[in-house]
T-cell receptor, first 111, second 116 residues
């Protein structure tokens, strides 16, 4: 299940299940979005991106969905594995090239 | 080479010290970035260099001073820091921050700074 509160939102899933991580972005003028994965002790690592003229993009085991009407992004991970455990951030590109990160969700995969 | 290298990995400094964080990339990227990240929080943008010129300063206190000696190197000079400046400092680079374009940032592993 998913919990949101004073701490980083956490999503706990069983190995092999699909995961859906959600993100609300703030700037309706943002034209480009990225999902990053950050493991403990490492920098953020690129997963997948999407331009604002698209509403869906698929990668290997990952899909990003963009709903501009409600300023919402989601990341779907198929057949989640223990190695997917990490914090996931969405990021939006503002004018001038600024990449601004959302709050993040911690994904915990139970074997 | 598809990496961004940051040194040192860990740094402990007193409030009166002067130190520097260093970042290097050899991907031919023309934009470089400093982000600050506190525990359990998202990275916060500090500075952007585009074609070796400072293009964005997110109202960062002057005790943080960025420098871009050439297109491959980015430094962050630290002076008279406060304990609340303790954080992970992330460097990133991207090909070109042109408006309307894709802008995938490649991040280093970060420098973990502790200010005593």
């Amino acid at each position: 299940g998913e919990s949101v509160g004073l701490h980083l939102p956490t999503l706990s899933v069983q190995e092999g299940d699909n995961s859906i991580i959600n993100c609300a972005y703030s700037n309706s003028a943002s034209d480009y979005f990225i999902w990053y994965k950050q493991e403990s002790g490492k920098g953020p690592q690129f997963i997948i991106d999407i331009r604002s003229n698209m509403d869906k993009r698929q990668g290997q085991r990952v899909t990003v969905l963009l709903n501009k009407t409600v300023k919402h992004l989601s990341l779907q991970i198929a057949a989640t594995q223990p190695g997917d455990s990490a914090v996931y951030f969405c990021a939006e590109k503002w004018q001038g090239g600024k990449l601004i990160f959302g709050q993040g969700t911690e994904l915990s995969v139970k074997p | 080479d598809t990496e961004v290298t940051q040194t040192p990995k860990h740094l402990v400094m007193g409030m009166t010290n002067k130190k520097s964080l260093k970042c290097e990339q050899h991907m031919g990227h023309r934009a470089m970035y400093w982000y600050k990240q506190k525990a359990k929080k998202p990275p916060e943008l500090m500075f952007v260099y585009s074609y070796e010129k400072l293009s964005i300063n997110e109202s960062v206190p002057s005790r943080f001073s960025p420098e871009c000696p050439n297109s491959s190197l980015l430094n962050l000079h630290l002076h008279a820091l406060q304990p609340e400046d303790s954080a992970l400092y992330l460097c990133a680079s991207s090909q070109d921050p042109a408006p309307g374009g894709a802008n995938v940032l490649t991040f280093g592993a970060g420098s973990r700074l502790t200010v005593l």
